[in-house]
């Protein structure tokens, strides 16, 4: 069944069991592949990207329901804030084997999207949801706030 | 198991063995091949004969970005026409920073410009690229820079003196009066060219026999905090790094494995009339692991494999059950095993007078839980196979994967990728993901390229765990309060047992199932110990720090508990039994100093304090620990390391926290327990793993040293799990035995 995508900007259609889950639609049928599968059960966030701005776990979602949205991937990113948070993600040198790090920005975009001065605690609610198993979290957290430091400079 | 106890030779298997932490380096473990003489003295010349002529282009693929010729002094280096340095990397990538280590390392001695340097992977190829630890070529045991460390600069060091030599003879001046830095020739005369300038003069001159690398005093890059930050922080901030599961490639499959689903199940039939129906499944296809599941896509697979009705035999492994298991285990310990340290005296030494500490510590089956599921493409065309992974083993990678396509190994090509993670998941010395690969891409008869990818299920229920262990110990202390006698049983499965690396047992006793015990950083010449290594369905496996992920806990909480006993500090308890290790007690001092040990603490706040030894380093962490409800929560870790020339000090701190944040992971949350013959925890809902709320703030201190590099990605964690246990106690918690902390109820599952 073709289903209408709207990706990053651009109109998609795709033909798929309107069942499959968003992240495999993203990766194998679109081919942007900057969005990872971790755990399949929207326990582990690699796969976050943003539908109408908010985060996702794509992992868990039906590509039938997202006819119609606004999505957007790490591919994708382009606004100022989400600059400003790439840029301290590579300035802190947050990553270290960064297969989780493409959902940990989306997530971190979408929080000072939404919360431009995040608290620690702020923090702790938004990224919860996004494991890392290299334990970059005290960097991620650094980031975070040197990004927002950077958006009001 | 025959065929593979041939992978390597007997000298092969010692030195992988050793470097993989068979024997717990106390910083001679590369002195064989690798003496860093006079590394503090001025002018440090080398010859070399690792620096092997072969140039690593014919074997490597292009890579976007990367140099192109023509000055390729050696396989580790390219300096292009476009002024482009590309370093070729022989260690694979996990997240641990290697490729930024090696590339600073010739950058250094290449005077290069850090902006202009590039990073590709070298091909399999162990004549080139052996780990000079290991014999083989792979990485693992915290070996990359130790290893490297002279080969990368000699790399660098070569080149920049063929670039000098060509510019003095085009300018026509002393070779001594030339200045380098930033890719940039220069000579007071005012002439000056860049590299990619002098690259083909440089490339038709000799390749010189020996080089002068720098001294510590003239480094650029090496041990200069963010002088050459990471090579892969960009491209895995925008979705563009490259991993196993992005590759693409014209009709490649995915394929998922119906795994038999408890340990020792065997495959007794399969009916795959359902799957075959399935929109997007292409074959349906036994193969040794299993039942594979070839589709278009994954969700087509993934929906092939739940349509496919398969009757698996679980008879054999039906009983296993790790509940049952510790109890065995318990008794065991109390039989007598194999001797691992002193024999028993006989007579027993009288222990009326002595008083006596006893405890029985449990530790379970740890899953590695990297963050990219197990996954390798594979390709069998005209004649050859080609892979695309994280190829951590290169060397046992290329000869079980073209045995399995019935090939001979020069006829396999590996691309090696960088890894979601590892902690000696990819390891391997049965390339499981490897082979898996090969054999369905044989199974469809080569008809098209095809990803194996596991599920997370499959990763974390598939067995190639840290063993289970228990030791039992009982420690007498005399009047004066000290060690007078120190019994140590441990029951637990040898991780080399089997394999084909058994041959490093020595009279019943696995070094890697008592290493931290024997040998350890104290001076504990009474110390006797029993091994026990029952044989399991279950396949063991290094995980991150391998033995000492057990023995750190065991001896660093029994020195606190002896501490009490004998009524002294637990700082000053284990610094009178390192009189003999100088090492270890600086860097216990200074995090002791560094973290305020021994000040009041505020009610609540307990601090807990640790010092271990692996890979060549030595970390000793203070860890603060709070508890609130009778729930504990790690305020704080305060970290030293000595861990010999601090290559990239900003790489070793992201290291330090890194295992902290895994070691901490595990000592809260992590086991798999198997219920008839079954792993009950799959996926992270049950296998839990540490969260941004539940991160210590990290504060690192790297010891100065000018000896030379040892390992980083693993010693920062077997202190972090006693320091943290020492604090619980400290703060009225229970003594903490048995991992995780979800059994003692101290955190929230």
Known sequence: ?153 | MHALMQVLGQEEQAELARALGAVPATGARMSRRLVLQGAGAAGLVIGFGWLAPGSARAASPAVAGAALGPLEPNAFVRVGTDNLVTVICKHCEMGQGNTTGLASLVADELDADWSLVRTEYAPANVKLYANLAFGMQGTGGSSAIANSYLQYRSAGATARAMLVAAAAAQWQVPAGEIKTGKNLLSHASGKSATYGEMALAASRLPVPTQVELKTPAQFDFIGKDHASPRVDSSSKCNGTALFTIDVKLPGLLTAVIAWPPGFGARLVSFDATEARKVKGVTDVVQVPEGVAVVATGMWAALQGRKALKVQWDESAGATLDSEALLAQYRAQAAQPGANFARPPQTPPEPTAALKMIEAVYEFPFLAHAPMEPMNCVAWLHDGVLETWSGHQFPTFDQKLGSAAAGLPPDKMTLNTLVSGGSFGRRANVWSDFTVAAVNVAKAIGGRAPVRVQYTREDDTGGGLYRPMYVHAVKVGLDAHGRIAQWEHAIVGQSIMAGGPMAMMIKDGIDPTSVEGVLPSSYDLPMLQGQLHSPALAVKPLWWRSVGNTHTAYVMETMMDELALAAGKDPLAFRLALLGKNPRATAVLELAAHRAGWGKPQRAGLAQGIAVHESFGSVVAQVAEVSMKGGKVKVERVVCAIDCGVAVNPDVIRAQMEGCIGYGLSALFYSEIDIKDGRPVQRNFDTYRALRIHEMPKVEVHIVPSTVAPSGVGEPGLPPLGPAVANAVARLGGPRVRRLPFTRSALVAT
């Open chain 1, 1 to 153: 069944m073709p289903i209408e995508l709207n990706v990053n900007g651009q109109a998609r259609t795709v033909d798929v069991d309107p069942e499959t889950p968003l992240l495999w639609v993203i990766r194998d049928d679109l081919g942007l592949t900057g969005t990872k599968y971790g755990c399949g059960i929207a326990q582990c966030g690699a796969c976050t990207v943003h539908v109408d701005g908010e985060p996702l776990r794509s992992c868990s979602a039906p590509v039938a329901a997202m006819s119609g949205r606004q999505l957007t991937t790490i591919e994708g990113l382009s606004s100022r804030t989400a600059k400003a948070v790439q840029k301290a993600w590579v300035d802190l040198d947050v990553v270290q084997c960064g297969y989780c790090q493409s959902g940990q920005i989306m997530s971190a975009v979408a929080l000072l999207e939404k919360l431009p001065r995040p608290t620690d605690l702020d923090i702790d609610h938004a990224m919860a949801g996004n494991i890392c198993r290299c334990a970059t979290y005290h960097r991620i957290r650094a980031a975070i706030h040197a990004a927002s430091a950077q958006l009001h400079a």
